[in-house]
């Protein structure tokens, strides 16, 4: 079983719809969770970081977490075209505050 | 913001010779520095972690004589991969812990490395 799941894709939607990317991971001592996006050929850049159960909206975008289910998701609210990327979840599953484990990434595409 | 400059973004070589990839602290200083490999569709794997004035400490099956990694000040390290073969070619890209509680990885831009 990997660490850090996500589903491939690819996911399309809309333009204008809501974005919904999952991520599952094993490691029940994770501490810190991350929701990059990776344009192509570009290196990933963060988006959303989140440590506790719940969510956490910032802007377009709100992280939710729940940790006895394992699973930290990330909703895209009024999907852009420029938000066509993939996007890595991130998990701190090794007890460091300084590695992370990334997830193979979902490819969302939004439809204009 | 914290930044981390990474060069070159590209790179072309022949097989047989030995590329190095160079990663600055640009703002701030980094006493670690974790280098990733991404081959394409596929997520970031962590082939070390460099750490200044130490030596690095590679994941399992990464090798240390074909990837070396020096950290010899608080903003540089620099990966080189020696004798490159075709199946090396990858994306390669370093992160610096930044923010609070040095929880949050801060990107190179990466480097494209194509070995012919």
């Known amino acids: 079983q990997k660490e850090v799941e996500q589903n491939s894709g690819p996911l399309s939607v809309p333009e204008g719809a809501i974005a919904s990317l999952n991520c599952t991971y094993s490691?029940?001592?994770?501490?810190?969770f991350f929701w990059y996006r990776q344009y192509s050929g570009k290196s990933p850049e963060l988006i959303m970081s989140i440590y506790s159960n719940g969510d956490k909206e910032d802007g377009r975008f709100t992280a939710q977490l729940n940790k006895a289910s394992q699973y930290v998701s990330l909703l895209i609210r009024d999907s852009q075209p420029s938000d066509s990327a993939t996007y890595l979840c991130?998990?701190?599953?090794?007890?460091?505050?300084?590695?992370?484990?990334f997830g193979s990434g979902t490819q969302l595409t939004v439809l204009p | 913001g914290a930044v981390v400059s990474q060069h070159p973004s590209w790179v072309i070589c022949k097989s047989g010779t030995s590329v190095k990839i160079e990663c600055r602290s640009l703002d701030f200083q980094a006493t670690t520095m974790f280098w990733y490999r991404q081959f394409p569709k596929q997520s970031l794997m962590l082939m070390a972690t460099?750490?200044?004035?130490?030596?690095?400490?590679?994941e399992q099956g990464v090798e240390k004589d074909k990837f070396l990694i020096n950290h010899a000040s608080l903003t540089l390290s620099t990966l080189t991969v020696t004798s490159a073969h075709p199946e090396d070619s990858s994306f390669y890209i370093c992160s610096a812990p930044t923010g609070s509680g040095a929880n949050v990885l801060t990107f190179g831009a990466g480097s494209r490395l194509t070995v012919l």
């Open positions: 991130a998990v701190n599953s090794r007890g460091s505050a300084r590695q992370l484990t």
């Open positions: 490691d029940r001592v994770s501490q810190s």
């Open positions: 460099s750490n200044e004035g130490s030596k690095a400490t590679y």
